[in-house]
């Protein structure tokens, strides 16, 4: 399924696929310490980032990934990028980050919780894997409030070059009742 046309739209957000057009929004905000437990590291600059989100709107295209720009319904403000991947596996994963001055609103919650809205109308899927740094609680807390629940713990080498311990969550889809 073609997911370029995909829009999520919650009480404050937009969550639009993402595209060459918030490139420069982006490049600008997706830096340390945003970048810190991330598993891509900044990109050294505008062109490496927009041909990484080429490689998404294919993707996207081919129905593997869900990649969206996170924006602020009433002003079109990018905060961040939230993306489900590996759609076509029993397990997708969630993850996304929003730049400094959007930390603290509840947005990531939000927008995480519309994607799990999401996959739970549109995927087959036995749950959402979310892993994330064991030191990151907004990204824990994110995870909990999705009734996520830590499967395993593991160390990870991030894009930064650190290796940090992690916890990777199992959130469950939602059943709806007849």
């Not at 994963?93 to 809205?117: N, S, T, V």
């Not at 629940?149 to 199992?170: L, M």
Request: hydrophobic share 35%.
């Amino acid at each position: 399924m073609d997911l370029r046309q995909t829009k999520i739209e919650t009480k404050r957000l937009l969550l639009v696929p993402v595209s060459t057009k918030y490139a420069e929004q982006i490049f600008l905000e997706y830096r340390e310490p945003v970048t810190n437990y991330m598993n891509y590291g900044a990109p050294e600059n505008l062109e490496i980032l927009e041909s990484r989100i080429k490689e998404r709107e294919v993707d996207m295209e081919q129905g593997t990934n869900l990649f969206m720009a996170t924006l602020l319904k009433e002003s079109g403000e990018l905060l961040g990028c939230f993306a489900l991947e590996d759609l076509n596996k029993k397990n997708p994963e969630l993850g996304g980050w929003l730049k400094k001055a959007a930390h603290g609103h509840r947005y990531g919650q939000e927008a995480a919780a519309a994607l799990k809205q999401w996959a739970d109308k549109n995927l087959e899927y036995d749950y959402i894997i979310w892993p994330c740094a064991t030191l990151n609680t907004p990204s824990r807390k994110l995870a909990e409030s999705l009734s996520g629940k830590v499967h395993k713990e593991y160390e990870k080498k991030t894009a930064s070059g650190k290796v940090s311990p992690y916890v990777e969550y199992r959130i469950s889809k939602i059943e709806e009742c007849i």
